[in-house]
């Protein structure tokens, strides 16, 4: 686990994993809608065809929504890892820098000190 | 009109009760298609929560959104793959009836439907038939305008319970709709169980005092018919017995044991699990409780139980097995020639039986003490209140154990009677005799 509380690469994984699940989604969620207007023609009777045209209209927003909302997720779980990722690298060039200047002043005040001791 | 005088359902609306019945094959596959997304995206939520500290761990939730809308997606296509299902049922038996219908109009009419004759019967007339058609055709639509309104309502909870009793939504579908499981559990709390099957497959923790005792009582009752349910890897949560056990049934197939039973028992989050195994000619116990040095296991042939202290480089604790119990003491120290262990066990009972084998073997010292308490005092340096407490803890937890495994073996037993004489003689147990599957959903244990 990195300093900054997580595991960035399996994070990475996670959100990649999960991405990856908006093509099955959206197969499955257009194939419900698909399927649910195919019923709705072989149905026969007008009470039942109308009922499903109304039920397969209100399922359609949510089911065209939902692949991106997945592929949204899984890349935002991504994205804070690879965030993660750069704030960790952005640190240790910041310690890197601090880490710099304290060695200079330390080489300075060294080659002082053994003026005064000559 | 064709061949016949009464219109059937192709004639009145151009397609056939078989093809409604098939529509609805393709939305039930996307329906638990998405059912299960819905499942994985709740196990990428906890993949993400064990992978993030601190303020972060929120990040978890984020595919809960998802989670809810393909469960959601899911569920409602259930809902649409059960109305048609549900209204080509209703066509097929309208079809059947017209099929009658037209079959004695035949008749009346000596086989010429397009050219009515005088009746030959004096106890049907064609007037009847016209009746019991127009009868057939308004249950017909008013089956219509039923499914219909399920449709338009795919989240009522009494919709949903009319088509899973009808068999139509299959009991593991109930875990997604929270206010039917409320709606169930309030009928099972009310005494009105009108379909235990779907009682069983809620959250036991659902059920207040009297829906358990109803339950519990159903379980008893029943033990045959709930075992007969369980396939393969399937679960149900038994109602907790009054003093407070939780009991769930796990049905696993083992071919060498054709199938046992693992019965997990907990109470204040201690969770043992045992065995029930169905294969040696009659109902076979084991289990095990804890791990490790505190652990306590059963089986046919008796049980063990062993529980310990940690001090520095020593262990002291007590060791149980059938033959009666050994006060064991092991100790670790370094030597010039290295880390030499010794195991010290005593059995307080007097009994000079050799002791239970160990790794490295233990040296065997005749039993210098008597009655169990004395040796707790005796036991040197300020240890022996520990042991003795430790002792005292796993005697009694050892005794409840037992006893508790005594009882719920010769329930099981009880009611083993009830699962028939197949299970009772494992020659002429066989799987088939099982009834049909019937899902059974896993439910989260409480």
Redesign the interface.
Known sequence: ?AMI???VD??YR??E??AQ?SE??GA??H??LD??D??SG????P??A???S??TGD?TD??V??PG??TT?GH??SN?AATGRDSDDEGARSVRAAADVVESVGLGLARRINRVEH | MGKHHFADFSDLFGTSPAAITESAEQPRRHAHALRQLGDDLDRDGSLVSASVEGDIRDLGHAPAHGSRTAKRLGAHGLVAAACLERFGLAAQHFDTEVTRLNREWRTIHDGSPETPQEPTTGAVTPDDLERRYRRARHRLDQEARESARFLDHPDSPHNIRLLMEEGLIPLSAISHWPKLEKLIADEVNRGKITDPKIALSIDPSLYDAEGQKALAHWVKTHLDTVIGLLEDNQTVNLPPSPDGYSFKVTAVDNPRVKIQYVVTISKNEAVTSMTLSTSPGKLGLSGTVGSGDNSLSMSDGGWSAKAMVSNGDSKFGIDWDKDGPWFTSEHEHETPEGSVKSIVKVNPTGDDSPPPASDPAPVHVPNPFAPLDQLAASVKDGVGDAVGAVGSAAQQEGHHLVDGAKDWGAWLEEQGKGIGPALRDPDTWDVPTIPGPIPIPIVPFA
């Open positions: 686990m509380g997580m595991d399996g994070l996670h959100g994993r999960i699940r099955h989604a499955h969620s194939g419900l399927t649910l195919s019923a072989i149905v026969g009777h009470d039942m109308a009922a499903l109304r039920f399922l949510h089911a929504k939902l909302l997945i997720t935002g779980v804070t």
